[in-house]
């Protein structure tokens, strides 16, 4: 007797996709626009790196539409998965920040003054900022010779940690369009400069690609 086809493996990795982005984005909206600004790079970097580490064996741990759009180019995420992922991204950012709203205001605390980014700084940071963390996840999960490593996790939460200490004064430290919308609806930043986050953060994405193919050559 033929036995019916799973098909719960595909919505399981969504789920995953959507929880993984919210509890980065709430993090992130509720330490940047709480009192607690100053370590926000620290906490964001260490609930990535608990979400790689949790989720990384059901989705892969993207969390990221540029990661997922730079995953795809190089041929490790099934095109029929692409948009998904992305819709599940942008709706777990999308609820996490409405929350992180409700919470703050709940405490009484003044809403922020949103930044209005400044735009030219504000696209490089961003450029450099998701060029380096998606060539680095790249490089540690879709490279035959780093496949099976252990450490894929804890280099990615710094890394982050680290692109979000040097570049968030700039443009707000997103690196992510998910969680450029997010703190865009917080107040973090200015909803006259959301453009700047899809469009440097995507471009980023597609360059990284490019990057670790060249650097890793054709029997990546």
């Not at 064996?57 to 993207?62: L, R, T, V």
């Not at 700039?170 to 865009?184: C, D, E, K, M, V």
Request: proline share 5%; hydrophobic share 50%; aromatic share 14%.
């Amino acid at each position: 007797m033929a036995t019916k086809p799973d098909n719960t493996g595909a919505f399981r990795k969504y789920v995953v996709e959507f929880l993984g982005t919210f509890f980065l984005v709430i993090t992130i909206c509720m330490m940047e626009a709480g009192s607690m600004g100053q370590f926000a790079p620290i906490a964001t970097g260490g609930m990535l790196l608990a979400l790689m580490y949790s989720g990384f064996h059901i989705s892969g741990g993207h969390f990221n539409p540029a990661v997922s759009l730079a995953t795809y180019l190089r041929g490790k995420l099934n095109s029929g998965d692409l948009l998904p992922y992305i819709v599940s991204q942008f709706i777990g950012g999308t609820l996490a920040a409405m929350l992180a709203g409700f919470l703050l205001n709940s405490t009484g605390a003044a809403a922020p003054s949103p930044k209005v980014l400044d735009i030219v700084p504000s696209l490089i940071a961003e450029l450099l900022g998701t060029i380096l963390f998606v060539y680095v996840f790249l490089n540690l999960t879709t490279i035959k010779k780093t496949a099976g490593n252990i450490y894929y996790g804890v280099a990615l939460g710094f890394t982050f940690m680290a692109v979000m200490f040097a570049f968030s004064d700039i443009s707000g430290g997103a690196f992510n369009p998910a969680i450029g919308l997010g703190i865009t609806m917080a107040n973090i930043t200015s909803w006259e400069t959301i453009w700047v986050f899809p469009l440097a953060n995507f471009v980023g994405g597609v360059l990284a690609a490019f990057l670790s193919q060249f650097v890793n050559g054709p029997e990546a």
